[in-house]
């Protein structure tokens, strides 16, 4: 197979798909790989290093064009709907019910989109998503040390155990998760006061014992929300949200009962989502405030430590990128049903069921389309 490795076009996004490592992989498997000259530079990688892992240095258009399977890291934009064509497979993060625009395109087109977002592992959990999650929750926390400082628009308070000064508090509402549990862990080591919100006791006993005991675990009901807004310093929303809801967890009104100056940074970037004033952000103007209280709301966090987030996700993502080009995209999503889940589109139809409510589209059920292979 033609497998094409973009360099990404979304404004501050440094990440790329596939470490030089992961082309040798591909290679040795007998497939060609296009890299699009400095693809690699944002995280580190020169076009020699693509060269010597068994890579041919392209450019875009010749990659889109070429290649049948793009294997990209960021959602399809306007300025690349134009290499859309039917049959061709991208490979990426797609977030499809976050763009209608996109969804629109890739269902005309009749591309096959798979998401690595949607992609499930045999616990249920998504082992594409989670080493981004891990590193978006340790980023959003060092944005909240950098941010609280005075000169840099906050409180001037230093999220730090200090002799002789009150302890500052770090509330994190779905702190089980793997950006929960990456916040909690630097958070904790620097001596906060951590509160962890979350409805899964199963999930708070596994996380318990991995954090140390400047950690509490509150079961995250309203009550007990109202009592860490009041006394919290930074607020990290770290909860998964089901884009068909309409409902919130943190509500404008809430935002009054915080310490003026004090932070909420939003991980999960959902707009309208878990937190109500949320509103994605960028690494250039990457901070607003509602109600007197800052929002830290960057939808890509892990660009800013690009080399480390290029080599978790390239080895992640590696082992199914390699089973649609070993067996075929029909084939590999015939035999797995994992990377099925992460079937957004095929030819024309939709079959994310989460897109398809949300902007109220035609579904077509992944098992449906399995059976026309």
């Not at 082992?127 to 959003?140: C, D």
């Not at 929303?237 to 004090?262: A, P, Q, Y």
Request: charged fraction near 25%; aromatic fraction near 8%; glycine fraction near 8%.
């Amino acid at each position: 197979m033609i497998v094409g490795v973009l360099k990404e076009i979304k404004n501050n996004e440094y990440r790329v798909a596939a470490a030089p490592s992961s082309v040798t992989e591909l290679v040795n498997k007998g497939h060609k790989v296009f890299v699009e000259h400095d693809a690699g530079f944002g995280s580190g990688y020169t076009d020699d290093d693509y060269k010597e892992a068994g890579a041919a240095i392209s450019d875009a258009d010749t990659i889109w064009k070429e290649s049948e399977m793009i294997y990209k890291v960021k959602e399809i934009l306007p300025e690349e709907y134009k290499y859309l064509r039917e049959g061709l497979i991208v490979f990426t993060y797609l977030h499809s019910n976050a763009h209608l625009d996109m969804t629109r395109e890739m269902l005309n087109s009749k591309i096959i989109g798979i998401a690595y977002e949607d992609v499930t592992d045999e616990d249920g959990k998504f082992p594409l998503l989670s080493p981004m999650s891990e590193l978006a929750g340790k980023g959003g926390f060092l944005a909240a040390l950098h941010y609280g400082q005075s000169v840099n628009g906050g409180n001037g308070i230093l999220f730090n155990r200090v002799c002789g000064v009150d302890t500052p508090v770090v509330t994190i509402i779905g702190g089980c998760g793997n950006s929960g549990l990456g916040a909690a862990e630097i958070a904790a080591s620097l001596g906060n006061k951590v509160k962890i919100l979350d409805v899964n006791k199963e999930a708070m006993d596994e996380v318990k014992s991995k954090l140390p005991s400047n950690v509490e675990f509150l079961y995250s009901n309203r009550s007990n929300l109202l009592k860490c807004l009041k006394e919290t310093d930074v607020l990290m929303n770290c909860i998964l949200w089901n884009k068909t809801r309409n409902d919130h967890i943190v509500f404008k009104e809430d935002l009054k009962l915080m310490k003026k100056g004090s932070i909420i940074i939003d991980v999960a970037c959902d707009d309208n989502g878990a937190v109500e004033t949320c509103r994605s952000t960028t690494h250039d103007d990457p901070v607003y405030y509602e109600e007197g209280i800052m929002h830290y709301c960057v939808d890509n966090i892990p660009s800013a430590f690009a080399r480390t987030a290029s080599i978790g996700l390239a080895n992640a993502t590696l082992p199914f990128a390699l089973q649609i080009a070993n067996k075929g995209c029909e084939k590999a999503l015939k035999e797995n049903i994992h990377l099925l889940k992460g079937l957004t589109c095929y030819k024309g139809r939709l079959t994310l069921e989460e897109t398809a409510v949300k902007h109220n589209l035609e579904l077509v059920p992944q098992e449906r389309i399995v059976k026309e292979f």
